[in-house]
């Protein structure tokens, strides 16, 4: 995965407190929105990109302070 233990993007959401932590000190929404950001998942790796409805539940998630 992408985004495992010792990522070599940086980018650590193997666990719960791992994924709160990307989300609090990196631009994971700015990314998957394509806002500006280095856009997640790259369009060369043939991942399409994600539905807009998981975008707005991950900021759900978000702005509601992470809950489990």
Known sequence: ????AGASNGI???T????VN???TST???AVKNAG???MPKTTS???ALPDSLIKQMECWANNGYPQ
């Open 46 to 48: 043939g991942i399409p």
């Open 12 to 14: 650590d959401m193997s």
């Open 1 to 4: 995965a992408c985004h495992g």
């Open 22 to 24: 990307a989300f609090k």
């Open 28 to 30: 994971v929404i700015c």
């Open 37 to 39: 950001c280095e856009l």
């Open 16 to 19: 719960y407190a791992a994924t």
